[in-house]
């Protein structure tokens, strides 16, 4: 089943997106044929050549047959991101606001993107829904996720919850581009690749990492991710103009305001708290404990100068 949003390819598209892969094949051979004589390049050869040149990859035998066989495409891409440049204007405001408030980087906002290409309705065949392509079971760590009620279909909740993922990535992980790598790989993964490798760059982690479930997908995720915020900023230098869509998702008011527009509640009696202290067993996360003390990983870190998300069981932490 193809997710919800996408523009079929037509046929004569298809065939000309596989044209294009055969061209830059043939000039990949075409350099490896003439590695000791590169003026006997075509012009299309030799701009190719000064691609891979400048990417750092070195011109042998053995590395252009790599490269030859490495070459992926994807068509209905340009159809695809388009419509989610204008879904974006429904959104994007509102899950900056969110973003801002978590601390994390504003691009960030923009990896629905790739996700999703903000459409609400997007479920994929591993079963992540919504926005931000939450599966169930990470969803259930951030939102309710039952039969009756999914959050991952609300677009602010699911965005508040992509927040904190992803501030728990980075708290684990230490780099912005591991974390959000781990948004598609897993925090697990990522910390498996990044102490194997024994580093937290990107590139490095790329280069050497080996697991066996860090393939095309997880490898290329955040390189993806700059691409999109790089088209994204400018659209128009391959769209032309585009009327993005209306805000639908308003920026939360002010507290002031919503505090003043509340009806008065009676206040709750105070319950004596029975410990400010809990024990960590075994499988907690510190987002788990969060949510059951009614706190935030942020507030548990600081209390307990922890300096990542990563705990351990056994572990003494404060919780009140």
Do not use: C
Request: net charge positive; glycine share 8%.
């Amino acid at each position: 089943m193809r997710k919800e949003g996408l523009v079929p390819v037509p046929v004569a598209v298809r065939g000309e997106q596989e044209a294009k892969v055969d061209s830059v094949e043939q000039a990949i051979e075409e350099i490896r044929s003439n590695l000791e004589n590169p003026e006997n390049l075509s012009p299309f050869a030799k701009q190719i050549r000064d691609t891979i040149v400048a990417n750092g990859v070195p011109l042998t035998a053995a590395s252009l047959g790599d490269l030859r066989g490495n070459i992926h495409t994807q068509l209905g891409i340009k159809e695809r991101f388009r419509e989610g440049i204008i879904r974006s204007g429904r959104y994007l405001e509102a899950f900056q606001e969110i973003f801002d408030k978590e601390g994390l980087p504003l691009e960030i906002a923009l990896l629905p993107l790739v996700e999703s290409s903000f459409e609400n309705r997007a479920l994929s065949n591993a079963g992540a829904a919504g926005i931000w392509q939450f599966t169930r079971g990470t969803g259930r760590l951030y939102l309710t996720v039952s039969r009756r009620i999914d959050e991952r279909l609300d677009p602010a909740k699911a965005t508040r919850a992509a927040a904190r993922l992803l501030r728990d990535n980075y708290d684990a992980l230490g780099s912005w581009p591991l974390a959000i790598t781990a948004y598609n790989h897993g925090r697990g993964g990522m910390l498996r690749a990044q102490s194997e490798v024994g580093s937290s760059e990107i590139t490095k982690v790329i280069d050497e990492y080996k697991g066996p479930l860090f393939g095309y997908a997880s490898m290329n995720f955040y390189s993806e991710f700059l691409a999109a915020v790089d088209v994204y900023r400018n659209y128009e230098q391959y769209f032309g103009q585009l009327v993005l869509d209306q805000p639908s998702l308003k920026p939360s008011a002010p507290v002031t305001v919503v505090a003043a527009k509340a009806p008065p509640k009676k206040a709750a009696p105070v319950k004596a708290a029975s410990s400010d202290k809990y024990r960590v067993r075994k499988g907690d996360t510190l987002t788990e404990i969060a949510q059951r003390f009614g706190t935030t990983v942020r507030e548990l870190m600081d209390t307990n100068n922890l300096r990542n998300s990563v705990i351990h069981a056994g572990q003494i932490l404060l919780v009140r």
